[in-house]
């Protein structure tokens, strides 16, 4: 099964959002209701790996807290791949991010090492964008590159499945992890 861990947006942000895409010339799109913050790519794993990582993440304890949007970005250099909305640092998410991989190693579950670095992608463009296409993609940079999205307080993150079809992704919830919020007196 091909999972990953993400935080779900606020129907606010994913409407800020999908407004962004709406004026994006060219890429292929993500779906608005695939929108979302990656926190792990778990890849393909079997049941028993997942009842494992389910454990351990049903335990970790973190607080709530609020993320900004703010920015747009893409990954792949000159040939960019894809375009992202940029995520504002924050302790917060970098310390839920090192308690999720943390659960991770604890089930298991061995992920390449990768630098994390929060973003929502918003399109892809195959081998990556070049000729007319950059040009586009350029010019609708800078146009956009001063975007907020709203501000979206994280609850929770999510388990998800990925089920690859013709027309793109599937994404199913398989699990939920609510974090503590600070109306519950308690800290991680």
Request: proline letters at 10%.
């Amino acid at each position: 099964m091909r999972c990953f861990l993400a935080i779900p947006l606020t129907d606010p942000l994913r409407d800020a959002l999908a407004r962004l895409q709406a004026e994006l010339p060219v890429g292929r799109l993500v779906p608005e209701e695939n929108l979302h913050l990656t926190l792990a790519f778990l890849d393909e794993r079997d049941d028993p790996a997942l009842a494992a990582l389910d454990e351990e993440l049903s335990a970790l304890s973190a607080p709530s807290f609020d993320l900004i949007p703010r920015g747009l970005g893409v990954f792949g250099g000159n040939r960019p791949r894809s375009l992202h909305a940029v995520i504002l640092p924050s302790s917060p998410l970098a310390d839920l991010h090192a308690r999720i991989q943390g659960a991770i190693r604890r089930a298991g579950i061995d992920l390449r090492r990768e630098r994390y670095v929060p973003h929502i992608t918003l399109a892809r463009f195959g081998t990556g964008a070049r000729g007319a296409s950059l040009d586009a993609l350029q010019h609708f940079l800078a146009a956009h590159l001063g975007f907020e999205g709203p501000p979206f307080p994280v609850t929770e993150f999510h388990l998800y499945q990925s089920v690859l079809r013709p027309d793109g992704a599937l994404h199913e919830e398989l699990a939920r992890y609510p974090l503590i919020s600070p109306a519950d007196g308690d800290t991680p």
